[in-house]
């Protein structure tokens, strides 16, 4: 197989681009490898974002439609935050400041005790929460197809999700607590 100007086999241009590609990847900074991650990443989402749709209306299943809907979902908010997080890498690459960038730096508010009670139980409260859908989930296997007990068991994992989250904001109101 020959290249458009018919002078070297497609190989080894193919071999040639990525031997490019290590190089610049080797002169990159630790912060441009991270936003062509990023965007890479975030292009391939939004190839998949369309398939998803196309999937959902073209199956004529409404709970496949159901499901493809709600990884949809998902995939529109990690998109944008996909974009959040290349503008802010981008950012201080170009010494800028977007609105459209990820919040940033330290705590810097006083949070009394009591705060931070509240995010070390709604971790608690999660995490309780996610293992009481699991058990609901494995009871309901067999109803409608499976499709409550999946839902039931993605609803568990927000709930692991959304205490990793908290465990963060803990943390983050730590650092600030006021101490008696």
């Known amino acids: ?105 330290a705590p810097h508010a006083r949070h009394p005790g009591p705060v931070v009670a509240l995010a070390h139980s709604l971790i608690e409260e999660e995490r309780t929460g996610a293992r009481a859908l699991r058990q609901l989930a494995a009871q309901e296997q067999d109803i409608n197809g499976g499709l409550d007990s999946l839902l039931l068991e993605m609803m568990a994992m927000d709930s692991d999700k959304h205490a990793h989250l908290l465990q963060f904001v803990h943390h983050r109101l730590e650092k600030t607590a006021i101490k008696n």
């Open 1 to 105: 197989m020959m290249s458009a100007g018919g002078d070297a086999p497609a190989e080894l241009v193919i071999t040639s681009m990525r031997l490019r590609e290590q190089a610049d990847a080797r002169t990159e900074s630790p912060i441009e490898r991270l936003l062509r991650a990023i965007d890479t990443h975030a292009a391939a989402e939004a190839d998949a974002l369309s398939q998803y749709e196309y999937l959902a209306d073209a199956c004529g299943d409404p709970v496949i439609a159901l499901v493809m809907r709600l990884i949809l979902d998902d995939e529109v908010r990690h998109h944008g935050l996909l974009h959040r997080m290349a503008t802010t890498v981008r950012d201080a690459l170009e010494w800028t400041m977007s609105p459209e960038a990820l919040p940033k730096g």
